[in-house]
């Protein structure tokens, strides 16, 4: 007898779609039937009407935890993911302490026992003073990635110069790493802030004349450069740009083991959004202007995005708020955990992408290019990990959708058509209609296949 069967859904592959009952059993997919098929199960869910996706992938998640928990946390992180269709979630180094040493790794792993409604990975991280400690994290800790920034970060992570780039990507290549890189130019950036600042300026689009676009495309081409010469494998984060997605596509086809992530953020909004809600919306890349927009949306729809994360890095109201009246006073960073998917369900209603293209982008891509195990697809012998959407439902992002420990949104009263409506990990129903129905001790961690 199955666990549970569900029925009459369609299932959405990277490139097809079809009618099929799904069986599961334990953690496990075990079955899929036709529709006439019906096995006996201990409970049966009748999907009529609804999209089976493979569980979504989120691989690019800031809930500094261990560290800043009162801007969010592990418990009502992956409470936001459940709600948001995110079935596995890849964590970003930048906690407390950074995840840069295989003891630093261990410590955050712990931390992370029994507090997790969706299962995890962890991605790790260097500067030049951690770089010495990047193989034996690579090796011996599971983690999915290294990442680094070639810009200024954080007060306690560093960013890298050339020569530690190089290096970098020169080790990845000998050990078959995938390096994240944040691609924008340090210097430009220090230019223009000073221009801004001797000019007095505080106003909320003096932060965002500070980072042009072509500081992101510069630092991208530099990057794919030496990815080029040394044969490594890279990933370029929260592409803000379409000259940034460009210059990603002629590299790859040119031979660069190169991958381009992009963000639900840079298909939302514009400048003139972030004139209306100032630090609420100050982020890094910084959206631009809504022709980029458009174009943005034009790429993705050609297929030059391969992984969408979300770039979850919530603040306080009383750290937001200080920006009001000077922008650069306020952090960067926004939440977007549960708005995250209703993005592109509006943008394949609005037939700018498919839904095939929301699988290939948010679970097939995600696991293969971070080597997770039982994730990705929906086959027999996988996780049963499934996302169950909603093209249809029409309804407003309020107050009400979020259960990140996040109280805002830049989302707020944006309606959007097409959200999760249940979401499955490895068997167990972690959420339903937007309310979280799993357990926190459920979700586990992730290691990437060695």
Known sequence: MLDKLFINGIVVTKDSRFPANIGVTGEFITHILSPKAQPEAKEVIDLSGKYILPGMIDAHVHFEDPGHTDREDMLHGTAACAAGGITT????????????????FQKNLKAYENRAYVDYGIHGGLDAASFPHARKLWRESGITAIKVFMCYASANMGFVTDRTLYETLDLASQEDAVVIIHCENDEIIKMNEDRMKAAGRTDRLSFNHSRPGFGEVEAIRRALFFAQQTGAKVMIPHVSTAEGLLEIRRAKENGVKVLAESCPQYFTFTTDDFVKQGPYLKFTPVMHEEDNRQRMWDLIGKGYV???GSDHSPFTVAEKEVGMDNIWKAPNGIPGLEAELPVFLQGVNEGR??????VRMTSYNPARIYNLPFKGEIAVGNHADLTIVDLDLEKDFTKETIRSKCPWSPYMNRRFKGWPVMTVVRGQIAAKDGQVTGSPCHGKFISRKK
Not at 89 to 104: G, Q, Y
Not at 353 to 358: F, I, N, R, S
Request: proline share 8%; net charge negative.
């Open 306 to 308: 391969d992984s969408i």
């Open 89 to 104: 979630v890849i964590l970003m180094p930048t906690n407390d302490p950074l995840v840069f040493t295989l003891e630093a």
């Open 353 to 358: 992408l498919t839904l095939e293209d929301v």
